[in-house]
């Protein structure tokens, strides 16, 4: 185990299997407009400075759940939870290994703090894990746990959440929150001016609300979300996408979100933040 804590992040998964839509290289054209996505995502790496033992993924693409669960399967098959794009990106594989110590420590661990947890061992990689993945470790030899989000989806219950975890990572455990800061799928394609400045509107909030350094007071100010109508419009109809930015936010403690990705999709701004 390294002196050193690893960082926490709150990385962008793109829409369905965007990297692999044309070939399975992953290597997008200059211009497609998720090239900067797939910059950042192969730069994570490197970026973390060294392989943790495991990463912990909450994803945005396991809602629904009657109670906070944690993937305790030792070799997850694939999810191909997306529907409509071409036949090979539903052979698409990610052989990565599960973790099932690992998430039981993990469950362990929340239940410390009063957060009861249930355990699934039959969950596949969805592919709010195995896209973004499948470019930060592409020769799938790091485990991975998955967890879903909590039933109510609120700012403060996952910020607690994520506070719970912050020990994981001097246990050389890399937490990673994977959703997008803009999800509204009505608008994702159109082009519309000021819909797109209330998209950078609350890109510029978000940032703002990440970069404050004491934590009670970081997520007082992501909780009044809901009352932010730029918000609102950037995650419609619902903000599933936006929860595991909070939980990265309070597994980040004194640290602050730093942006290290700033880009945008037609116009809709989006971004991914490292705490530590």
Known sequence: MSNSRLPVYFIPHGGGPWPFMEDLSGVLRD???WKPLEIFLRSVD???GRRPKAVLVISAHWPNVPKLTVSTAANPGMYYDYGGFPAHTYQLKYPAPGAPD?????????KAKGIDTEA???RGYD???FVP????YPKADVPIVMMSLDPDLSAETHFRIGQALESLRDEDILIVGSGLSYHNMRMFFRRNAEHEAQSARFDEWLADALAIKDPEERIAKLATWTENPDAVAS????????VPVFAAAGAGGADTGVPVLKTDFFNKRYS???FG
């Open 31 to 33: 211009d497609d407009p």
């Open 46 to 48: 490197a970026d973390v």
């Open 102 to 110: 690992i998430a039981e420590h993990v469950r362990n661990v929340l």
């Open 120 to 122: 699934n061992d039959s």
């Open 127 to 129: 592919h709010g894990v």
């Open 133 to 136: 993945f499948m470019l930060i």
């Open 235 to 242: 995650h419609f109809p619902d903000h599933d996408h936006l």
């Open 272 to 274: 991914a933040y490292r």
